[in-house]
């Protein structure tokens, strides 16, 4: 998809589709919608009047309402899409307002859209901070390279609907915002390709994008975006000692991949060093300890956090923060097989901590732990880690929001404010070391498992916390978050990309 911005008045504009946004302005809680358009130009307000004082458009969020040839515009269609309440609009809207666009474009083969880029005349004062020209237009375009992502790739009788052109329209006065604008537009691009890049990694099924092809990739993005990568297998993971990762490597036939990834900002604005660790299971079948077949097809998507963590360094290469960035991403396929670890063997940690197995299906944890601990030896000062790490952690917070664990309050803090800036839902649960009795074993240092099955996102969260000793560290559980199950009128269903955002804002925050 080309993207372009222009300062210039939508009325004169040709195009196949033209959107303006929609929100309802009406306030208390019984009365009747009163859908009002975010522009100021008279001509679209005239054109649109009858059938917004109708009572059949009701601006709710996502909702549209499409009139051809419309008056006084040189556009063939014009698309109004809902906002939702003008009261409580977020920037978050405004990616599902332009993914809208985007997919309703898309499901009738037009090839090119252009959006009005919202005018706030409509809005209460209180708006104004949230709804700043430079989110809005990262919003707008973030939303609809989105919403462009078509995860249908294997389809031979597939027919290509992916947009060429997209143009957002901005009002040519206010010359003073012009510069904010841009940079969120551009800003709303970079975002948006991380972001798909993460999700065309974790669609791949795993007889493709196996350890090796996750290497083989990220190392070809990082190529391509000018940051370090080296690609690493079973030797350097014997020389490292890491026992954990190499013993859920050892019942699959693909060789294990530890990917490591440094981005060295021009001139650093403090010494820290933040590390991104991603578990990269490509495929967990659970192991010994195996799945049940039903739902085992989407365990390809464990590979998720991975995902997220590189897509992130896409964004970070390309936006430039002033600050040391390093990722650790372990890859492995956890497979049954006559070479796999099983319950009741006896792992050892490159941090020289001995573990029991007690399920090999809980084997994210285990690859981790080497993970966070590397990294610590790379010299990381701040660590967070993403994982589709526990079923129960789906069962406690469902799909909406990600479970969120830390040791250290103002890590926790930042992170948490980043991540609502990014428009993404985190929950912190806790992870305090009155659970750390649950993870004890009668041989061992500790357990792989729980030893029951309550508070399982939090016993897996305490096992990672053995492998992080003080250092401020985040570990995200998005097991429920990964992956979108039906389609929604602004993103396909299919993988979703969860995290980037938010880890990418909360390295901006710590680049002082
Ligand atoms: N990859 C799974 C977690 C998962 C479950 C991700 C559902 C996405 C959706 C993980 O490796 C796993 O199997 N965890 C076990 C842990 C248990 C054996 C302690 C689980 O959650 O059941
Ligand atoms: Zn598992
Ligand atoms: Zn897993």
Known sequence: MSTQLFFADATPFVTPLLTVFSVDISTGPD??????????????????????????????????????RPAGLKAERLLVVGLGKAKTLVPAELRTGAGTAVRFAKARAIRSLAIIFPEDRALSDEH???????????????????????????????????????????????????DD???????????????????SLVLEPGNILTPTE??????????????????????????????????????????????????????????KVIALIGKGITFDTGGISIKPADGMD??????????????????IASLKPAVRVISVICSAEN???????????????????????????AEGRLVLADGLHYAKTLGATHMVDAATLTGACVVALGKVNSGLFSNDEDTCDVFLQASRGA????????????????????????????????????????????????????????????????NRTSIAKGPSGVAVRSIVEWVRALAV
């Not at 604008?181 to 999700?199: D, K, M, P, S, Y």
């Not at 989407?298 to 964004?315: E, L, P, S, T």
Request: charged share 25%.
């Open 298 to 315: 989407k365990m390809k998507y464990d590979m998720a956090g991975a995902g997220a963590m590189i897509g992130a360094m896409q964004a």
């Open 214 to 271: 996750l290497g083989r990739r990220t190392a070809a993005m990082c190529a391509a975006h000018s940051i370090e990568c080296a690609v690493h297998s079973t030797a350097k993971l014997k020389e490292l000692g890491m026992g954990a990762f190499l013993g859920v490597a050892q019942g699959s036939a693909e060789p294990p991949a530890l990917i490591v990834m440094r981005y060295e900002p021009a001139k650093p604005a403090s010494d």
């Open 423 to 486: 428009g993404e839902h985190f929950w912190r649960l806790p992870c305090t070391d009155d659970y750390r009795e649950l993870i004890k074993s009668a041989i061992a240092d500790i357990q792989n498992t729980g030893v029951d099955r309550w508070g399982g996102a939090i016993t897996a969260a305490m096992f990672l916390k053995e492998f992080v000793g003080d250092t401020p560290w985040v570990h995200l559980d998005i097991a429920g978050q990964a992956w979108i199950d039906e």
């Open 31 to 68: 009365s009747e919608p009163l859908p009002t358009l975010l522009t100021t130009s008279d001509t679209l307000s005239n054109s649109t009047r009858g059938i917004l004082t109708s009572g059949e458009f009701k601006a709710t969020l996502g909702e549209t309402l499409l009139l051809h």
């Open 181 to 199: 604008i841009r940079t969120g537009f551009t800003e709303g691009e970079v975002l948006a390709a991380a972001q798909n890049f993460t999700r």
């Open 335 to 361: 497979m049954p097989s006559g070479t796999a670890y099983k319950p009741g063997d006896v792992l050892t940690a490159m941090s020289g901590k001995t573990i029991e197995i007690m399920n090999t299906d």
């Open 128 to 178: 104004l901070d949230t709804l700043d020209c430079s989110k809005t237009a990262r919003a707008l375009t973030e939303g609809a390279l989105l919403a462009d992502f078509d995860p249908e790739i294997y389809r031979t009788d597939r027919k290509d609907r992916s947009i060429e052109s997209l143009t957002v329209l901005a009002p040519a006065q206010e010359k003073g915002s012009h």
